[in-house]
Structures are given as structure tokens and as C-alpha cells.
């Protein structure tokens, strides 16, 4: 698929890496050499220098029979620019990052089918639904929704205490006979590994596991942690992405009880008169005093999404001391985010990381699940097809000589979902959720074909 | 962007990995010369089966033990690209040793590494054979003849261009990789992935070469063998030939002008050939880089033409016909020859002699400086002289619409001082061996561009067989550096590079 990517930026760089990787074509547009130089300098793409705004350099960078456009600067303008060209120009589909939220009002007199643009992406917006996720599944340092929500991958942390220290990955699943699930990875000291049955689990490892949603509470039991619902929030800073968390949790209802922390009167008013069910505060969120006097230690969850990402890991790291359960910080580096559980934050968010994983799900066309930074770890989900030549139909999962690097974590059959075991049979048509390193994707994919 | 947790220590797993790979790799290139050993009823199959099998057991062994796992850094990719060469002029010695044609392992392997770079400095042959140690080429066994243009070839494209063509296991490294060998600049590439460029480039560079091949064949002084023989050599513009006396011994005026023509197309970036193959004919008519070629060519062939008209030859025919041959022979850094420059008057003679800095297009077979950097080289310096003028002009350098960086023509400018640098320490060395001031600079300078025949005692009617063996050694390297560029291996020799 021939892809061009508009903006060498975070997010450009970020899709550049994933995208080179699964052996796509892809060219990147950006007017700064620098930031040019670089991202050719780790993946393998094309970089072109030009103006995005300018149809000379869109056609030099080929949108005329691009697949995908994705414009990805960090000005809406120009991305609206650049997609309306790209698209009168014959690029095939156009993907678009807006911060505005102007355009996705019902009556707005911009759709963004006027401006070509057939996906809009929020980054504010798709980090706060990753948040909202993270809060519902509280001991989980990540969250991703399989077929339509009957399946889920969990990140669980494993304590030094905890029960399955030192187990294989056979022992545990022999120990809990009634608990169908499947570990699909580890992460161990940065590293990804994609285990099988002889691996043994360490302290500080973050699990991956996929289960039924119903079973996942258990599965987090036997780790040793307890499954909490969260009623308490705090989230600290009002700023887009802060209220949009607001207004999601608002809206779904969940009997939380949230407190919103702004530093700015203006803001706060503003917020206090938009979410009604909702405490707004006035003040600093790195200020002890106010977070005691607001009762931080019976909070449950505190997530601190400043515009400044040192007072949100600060201001996380506090809340942690003072005894809250579930810290969440957004980072504006997402080489941060491998490192937050090391400095004991549960969990730390990106906007630049959620919206190319974003852009990256609509690339597979509903293909792709979902792929998620999943606290810095290099993998793929995939959900593929079986097709009725694939060498797998008809065999035991575990007779199965997969491509390295490569994990089958679930399968939807008839509609219904099955956790894989060895014993699972791979029937065609069968759709298939594979957990898999990037270089393993092509492989994988032609494989179930 | 999540490598925070692999460290700065060079991975010398990986690379000997890789190496491996390589070695495995040239095995298979080592089994194609026992074609023409059996169809000539050689023994020297047993040497290139034995060398073939030698590759092949250390490759396998070395790529089982050391499966390079991660991706190369860019350190790890300038140790990869040298060495593979290394090695490859190493392994590639053998059967020159193994068939008895040579029983100095200083000669084959100068041999084989002239061949790889593509410099075509022989230790046979020549017209001249005062002095001559070693057999003529027309003596040689067939499959070793065969193996010479064959290096040739390989090493024209790049065998690690080829590698990343074929074999899918270098993963994003493969760009830099690509780019440590090629001359081909970044913004150059025709395709976004490097796997397809490589692929490209290759198969043009086949199609070329067959094409060229053919036209060759047809003429009734070239037989098959002799054809493909200079189709690889040309294409390569490496400059061994099946004869002593080099093109000139086929004395025919049509193949001499299929070979300058083809001379002049390897000279060429290959992606011109590819923009022209899929019709984009007036994007290539535009580049400068192929304009400037164009010019050179056409004012120094002019030049050395009336210099021989006038003082050397008696026709003007004999003149255009000779002048333009060598002039382009020189220039793509080929090396074949019809006629002995160095016995031409003095100012034919230095224009030749300039040629040997110049050398052909970025992106194409040939060695030198290339094009592109004389043109950046020439703007920046025209430039200062307006600056002088008018202080606070501002003056970009372009090259077509658009701008060179100043950080490329720094680059540029420091390939150039280290290139001359260099050049003269190899004239230093050289002239320390007691070898005489004219040839020293001539040798030196035909072998970091990739040329082949110098001037003076290493003129095109002789050959380098006389060379001490220090020399040889002094010169293979000067030709490692020049067919790289220069940076790829000089930084090993910088102890920043291995500082931790």
C-alpha cells in the first residue's frame, strides 16, 4: 500500500516507524529537513521536502496514487489543506488530524467530507477515551476492547508478592483450571517477548493477557491484586483532554464521583458551568494543601493531564504517596512512557502515541483491532480471516508451527469468541486475534490467508 | 524511538552475523565461473567448487552461531559494509591461488579487490612486457578471465546492494546499509522501500548489461565469451578486458563505439535510466547533474580531439576516434584502452589526466569524486567570489529548483579535503618505496578513483605486476576507500568511532 504522510512530526515519525516496518511504501512530506533527516534516518521511507499546502510537492510526493494520505501536521489548517488537495488530486483515502472540535457538531457548516477528509482524528479525543479505559479496569495498566467488547487484553503488573512469581506460564495456567485465558506477551526491562509455555514469570513483568471481559476479574485476582471499582476520580487539569474525560464519565454515569482541578478562574468558571454533575476546583494540583483539604488519600484514581508533563508525573507520583490506587499522567514525550512504571506511575498516556495508534486502526480498514503503545511495548493485534487455503485450517492450535514471533491469542467462530489453547481447532472463515512483533506481521498475515 | 534500553556498545554478534550472511552469499557468486571452466574443459573448477564450498561452510557457521537478532546502528553498519568488502576481496583471492594462475597471495588478492572496486588495475597483461612476472591474460585459464569481469560486476552495483535486493533478512537496517555502499543520494530513490530500490537499480543494471552484451556479440571479432567478458566490465566501469592490449586489440571501430557508448550510460545514475523507462523523459533531460556530465564530456573530448588532430594523429577520424575512447574511459573511470595516453602530447595528456578527479555520476557504476560534488564544489566557490562583492548578499546554491543545504555542501567539501588528503598520503607512501614522482601520483590517484591504468610506469600499456608488494597493498586499500567514498571507512580509523 503506497502511503504518504504529511508531517514529520511526533505522530508522522511514530506511523513512519510502524508502517516501514510492515514493509508498506511509505513517503513523508515536511517542510523541516531536519526533522526530514531523522525520520529517514530510522525507518524505511522516503522523505520529501515540501510544503504541505502547496500541490507542486503533494504530487511530488506521489498522492496522486496514494492508497492513503495522512496529514498529521500539527496545524488544522494546513491538514485541511493538504486533505482537500490530496483528495481532488486522486489520493485514494485521506486520514486528517483536527484539534478543533468544531468540525464533528452535528451542524457544522464544515463537514469534513467538504474538505476530503474521510477519518477525522482528535488526539485530545482518543487519548481521553484511553484514560476512561484505563479507569474502568483499575488494576490494569492497559485496556484494548476484542469483538466488540466479549474479549479484552488486560496489562497487569506482576508484584514482587505476587502468587505467580517464579511459576511457568503452564504451571499458571494448570493451577487455575477453571480460567480460560492466554498470555500473549511479556515485557520484561524493555523487551518484548512473546511467550510460550516454558517461560517463566518474574517479578515487575507486565503480563498481557487476553480473556473473556466476564473472567477478567478473577484472572486480576490471581495475580494477587485486587479488582476495586473505581467511584473516586481526581483528574488534575482542566484542559482538553481533562474536561473530555469529564464529559465522557459524565455522560456514561457510572456513579463516579469526580473532581476536576484548574489553575486558571476563567477555566474553571467556564468548566463549572458546562459539567454540572461535576466538582470543579480552582487551584494548583502540585499544591498539597489543596489536594489534603479535597481528600486526595480517598480518592481512587488521579489523573493529571496538564499542559506541563513534569507537574503531571509530579503530581501523579504525590497522589501515589498519599495513597491513591490508580495514577494516570499524560507525557508529551512518549519516550517516557516505557519508563513510568518504573518510577511507579500505573499508567501514562500520550496524545501523539493515542492518535497514530488511532490513525494506525483505520489504516487495516477494520482489519486491525487495535494497537495500542501498550506501555511502550513493540506488538500488533491483528484480527485476520482464515482463509480456506491457509495451511492452519482444520489443525490443533498447538500442532501449528507458527511464524516467530507470533502469538494467537483469540478466536471468533460463528460470532461467538473462544479464547485459544493448545486444543483449539482453526476452522476457515474463522476470524483469528493474533498478538504479533511488527517484522512478524507480513508473515503472519500471509499465513492465514 | 524506544531504544533507551540498548546500550552504546557496538553488537559484534550482529555483525559477524551478517557477515555470514554475505560470505554465504559470494559462494553462490564463486559457483558461476565453473560454467565456463567446464564448457572450456578447465581444471580450475575444482578451485572456484573448493572456494565456493569454503564460503558457503564459514558463512553458514557464522550466520548459525551469531543470527544477528537486532537491527544495525549506523556504527555497526560502517563496520558491516568494510568488512563484507574486506572479505569478499579475502575470499574472493582464492581461486587465482587454488588454480595456480597466481602464487602470491599479495597478487590475487589485489587482483580481487581491483576487480570488486571496480578499479581494474591488473597484475597481468599489458602490450609492454618488460617486467612482466606474471602470465598474460590471454594465457589465463578462461574461468579465471570469467572471474575477473565477474568481480567486476558484482562489485559495480554493490554486493550489498544486491544482498538487500535478495535477501529480505537485513530489516530497516538495509537502508543505511544501502547507503554506506551507494553513492546514490537519499533524495535520489526512486522507491520508497530500499529492498525495491535495490531491486531496481539491479535488475536496469542487468538489462543494460545484456543489451550490451548482444551488441557486442554480433560483431564478428567478439565471441560469446568476450562479449559478456566486456559487457560486465563495462557496465561495472571496471576496465579488465579478455586481451592484453585491452579494447585496442579488437581494432574495430564499431566496438569501440558500442563500449564508448556504454561507457558513457554506466557513467550515468542508474535512476535516470529508470525515470527514462518509465517515460519521464524531459525530468531526466533536466538534471543537472547528467548536464554537467554531458558538458565535461563533450569540452574535454572536444579538447584532447584537436589537441591529437593537431600534434599526434594523422587524421582527424583517428583523432576523434582515439581521443574520445580514452576521454570517456578516463572519465567513467573504466580504464580500457585503444591507444597509450601517456605517449600523447603533454596537454591531451593533463586533460586526461584532470579526468582522473572527476569521475561520473552519484548513482551510477563509476569511482571519483562524481558529478554532483563538482558542481556543489564549483557553486560554493563561485559564490565566495560574489560574497566578496557584496558582503551581505544572500547567495543559496542550487542545483535545478532545488537548494543544496549547507550542510551537505559542508560535506561536500570535507569529502574533498580528505579525499586530496588522502590521495597524497598514498603519493607519500608510494614515493617512499622509492617508485618515481609521476607514477606514485599516478597510481595513487588511479586507484581512490577507481580508475585502473595511471600514468607513468602504470600507464595503460603496462600493468602493476612490478608494483612492490607494499605498494599493492598501500593501493588495495586506496581503492576500498575510493569505491566507498571515503567516509564509510575512514571513520573506523577515527577513535571516536570506538569510544564508548
Known amino acids: 500500500m503506497k502511503i504518504v504522510i504529511i508531517g514529520a512530526g511526533e505522530i508522522g515519525r511514530h506511523l513512519s516507524r510502524l508502517l516501514s516496518e510492515e514493509k508498506q511504501d511509505v513517503i513523508v512530506l515536511d517542510r523541516d529537513g531536519e526533522a526530514l533527516a531523522e525520520v529517514a534516518a530510522s525507518c524505511d521511507v522516503l522523505a520529501r521536502e515540501g510544503n504541505a499546502a502547496s500541490a507542486r ?3 511530488a510526493a506521489g498522492v496522486k496514487d496514494a492508497d492513503l494520505v495522512i496529514a498529521a501536521t500539527s496545524l488544522d489548517e494546513v491538514n485541511m489543506i493538504a486533505s482537500m488537495m490530496s483528495k481532488r488530486l486522486g489520493a485514494n483515502k485521506v486520514i486528517a488530524r483536527i484539534r478543533s472540535d468544531e468540525f464533528t457538531d452535528p451542524d457544522t457548516p464544515l463537514n469534513p467530507e467538504d474538505m476530503g477528509i474521510d477519518v477525522m482524528i482528535h488526539p485530545e479525543q482518543s487519548v481521553a477515551q484511553e484514560i476512561v479505559q484505563l479507569i474502568k479496569r483499575s488494576s490494569a495498566s492497559d485496556v484494548l476492547n476484542l469483538a466488540d467488547g466479549k474479549m479484552q487484553l488486560v496489562g497487569l503488573r506482576l508484584e514482587k508478592n505476587s502468587p505467580l512469581v517464579g511459576m511457568t506460564l503452564m504451571e499458571y495456567d494448570r493451577g487455575f483450571p477453571n480460567l480460560v485465558f492466554r498470555i500473549v506477551a511479556i515485557y520484561r526491562g524493555g523487551r518484548t517477548i512473546i511467550p510460550d509455555g516454558s517461560d517463566r514469570l518474574l517479578g515487575n513483568d507486565n503480563i498481557f493477557v487476553i480473556a473473556r471481559t466476564d473472567t477478567i476479574p478473577d484472572i486480576v485476582k490471581s495475580t494477587g491484586k485486587v479488582e476495586q471499582p473505581i467511584t473516586r476520580i481526581m483528574i488534575a487539569g482542566g484542559t482538553k483532554v481533562g474536561s473530555h474525560v469529564a464529559r465522557i464519565l459524565n455522560q456514561e454515569n457510572g456513579g463516579w464521583n469526580i473532581k476536576l482541578i484548574e489553575p486558571s478562574e476563567k477555566g474553571a468558571n467556564q468548566l463549572a458551568a458546562e459539567l454540572k454533575n461535576i466538582l470543579v476546583l480552582h487551584g494548583e494540583a502540585t499544591d498539597p494543601d489543596l489536594l489534603a483539604i479535597e481528600g486526595v488519600q480517598d480518592t481512587d484514581a488521579f489523573i493529571s493531564v496538564t499542559d506541563d508533563e513534569e507537574s503531571n508525573i509530579i503530581s501523579c507520583l504525590m497522589a501515589k504517596h498519599l495513597g491513591v490506587r490508580k495514577t494516570v499522567a499524560m507525557v508529551s514525550k512518549p519516550q517516557y512512557i516505557p519508563l513510568s512504571q518504573t518510577i511507579g506511575l500505573d499508567a501514562a498516556v500520550n496524545k501523539k502515541l493515542s492518535a497514530s495508534n488511532e490513525i494506525h486502526r ?13 506501555q511502550g511495548i513493540k506488538a500488533e493485534l491483528l484480527e485476520l480471516e482464515v482463509g480456506s487455503r491457509s495451511k492452519a485450517v482444520g489443525k490443533l492450535i498447538h500442532k ?30 474463522d476470524r483469528i486475534i493474533v498478538f504479533c512483533l511488527p517484522q512478524s506481521v507480513e508473515a503472519i498475515t500471509s499465513y492465514f490467508k | 524511538m524506544f531504544d533507551l534500553f540498548s546500550g552504546s556498545t557496538i553488537n559484534f554478534k550482529s555483525i559477524v552475523g551478517i557477515l555470514g550472511a554475505f560470505m554465504f552469499f559470494l559462494g553462490f557468486a564463486l559457483l558461476i565461473p565453473i560454467i565456463p571452466a567446464l564448457i572450456y574443459h578447465e581444471e580450475a573448477w575444482q578451485a572456484f567448487l573448493i572456494s565456493a564450498s569454503f564460503a558457503f561452510i564459514c558463512g553458514a557457521l557464522s550466520y548459525i552461531f551469531f543470527k544477528p537478532k537486532q537491527e544495525l546502528r549506523l556504527r555497526e553498519v560502517f563496520i558491516v559494509v568494510t568488512f563484507t568488502w574486506i572479505i569478499l576481496s579475502l575470499v574472493g583471492a582464492f581461486p587465482f591461488m587454488l588454480s595456480g594462475t597466481l602464487i602470491n597471495y599479495t597478487d590475487a588478492f589485489f587482483e580481487t579487490i581491483s576487480g570488486l572496486t571496480t578499479t581494474g588495475a591488473t597484475i597481468f597483461g599489458g602490450t609492454t612486457t618488460s617486467g612482466n612476472i606474471n602470465a598474460n591474460i590471454e594465457d589465463l585459464p578462461k574461468s579465471i578471465v570469467f572471474w575477473r569481469s565477474f568481480l567486476h560486476w558484482l562489485g559495480g552495483m554493490g554486493f550489498v546492494v544486491l544482498s538487500i535486493a535478495i535477501l529480505p533478512l537485513l530489516g530497516t537496517g538495509g537502508m543505511q546499509l544501502f547507503q554506506a555502499e551507494s553513492s546514490l543520494l537519499n533524495s535520489d530513490k526512486p522507491t520508497p522501500r530500499v529492498q525495491q530500490t535495490a531491486k531496481f537499480l539491479w535488475y536496469i543494471y542487468l538489462g543494460i548489461t545484456l543489451l550490451h552484451f548482444v551488441l557486442l556479440w554480433v560483431h564478428p571479432k567478439m565471441d560469446w565469451f568476450e562479449a559478456i567478458n566486456h559487457a560486465f566490465s563495462t557496465m561495472a566501469t571496471g576496465g579488465f578486458s579478455t586481451k592484453d592490449g585491452s579494447v585496442g586489440a579488437f581494432d574495430s571501430v564499431y566496438i569501440d563505439t558500442v563500449i564508448t557508448l556504454f561507457m558513457f550510460l554506466a557513467g550515468v545514475n542508474f535512476v535516470l535510466h529508470f525515470r527514462i523507462l518509465r517515460g519521464e523523459v524531459s525530468n531526466v533531460l533536466e538534471n543537472r547533474e547528467l548536464r554537467f556530465y554531458v558538458l565535461v564530456a563533450l569540452i574535454v573530448t572536444t579538447l584532447i580531439t584537436f589537441s591529437l588532430w593537431m600534434n599526434y594523429y594523422d587524421s582527424f577520424g583517428e583523432a576523434l576516434r582515439y581521443g574520445t575512447f580514452q576521454a570517456l574511459s578516463i572519465l567513467t573511470t573504466t580504464g580500457y584502452g585503444t591507444a597509450d595516453y601517456t605517449l600523447w602530447p603533454a596537454f591531451a595528456l593533463f586533460l586526461i589526466f584532470l579526468l582522473f578527479f572527476t569521475g561520473g555520476s552519484t548513482g551510477s557504476t563509476s569511482g571519483g569524486i562524481k558529478m554532483t560534488r563538482w558542481i556543489i564544489l564549483l557553486r560554493s566557490s563561485f559564490r565566495e567570489i560574489k560574497q566578496a562583492v557584496h558582503p551581505k548578499g544572500v547567495y543559496p546554491i542550487r542545483m535545478g529548483n532545488s537548494i543544496i543545504d549547507p550542510a551537505v555542501s559542508r560535506t561536500i567539501f570535507s569529502f574533498f579535503v580528505l579525499y586530496m588528503l588522502i590521495f597524497s598520503a598514498g603519493v607519500l607512501a608510494l614515493t617512499a618505496m622509492n ?8 597510481a595513487s590517484i588511479a586507484s581512490l578513483g577507481n580508475v585502473g591504468p595511471a600514468i607513468g610506469d602504470y600507464g595503460p600499456a603496462s600493468n602493476y605486476a612490478h608494483m612492490p608488494f607494499a605498494g599493492k597493498w598501500v593501493l588495495s586499500l586506496l ?3 575510493g569505491r566507498l567514498e571515503i567516509f564509510t571507512v575512514i571513520v573506523l580509523f577515527s577513535t571516536t568511532f570506538w569510544k564508548q
Open chain 1, 57 to 59: 510537492d503533494l504530487l
Open chain 1, 362 to 374: 483505520h489504516i487495516r480498514q477494520g482489519k486491525v483491532l487495535a494497537v495500542s503503545s501498550l
Open chain 1, 400 to 429: 501449528i508451527r507458527f511464524p516467530e514471533g507470533c502469538i494467537v491469542g483469540g478466536i471468533i467462530h460463528n460470532g461467538s469468541v473462544e479464547i485459544a489453547t493448545g486444543q483449539t481447532i482453526i476452522r476457515k472463515n
Open chain 2, 435 to 442: 617508485i618515481d614522482f609521476v607514477s606514485a601520483i599516478g
Open chain 2, 479 to 481: 581503492m576500498m576507500i
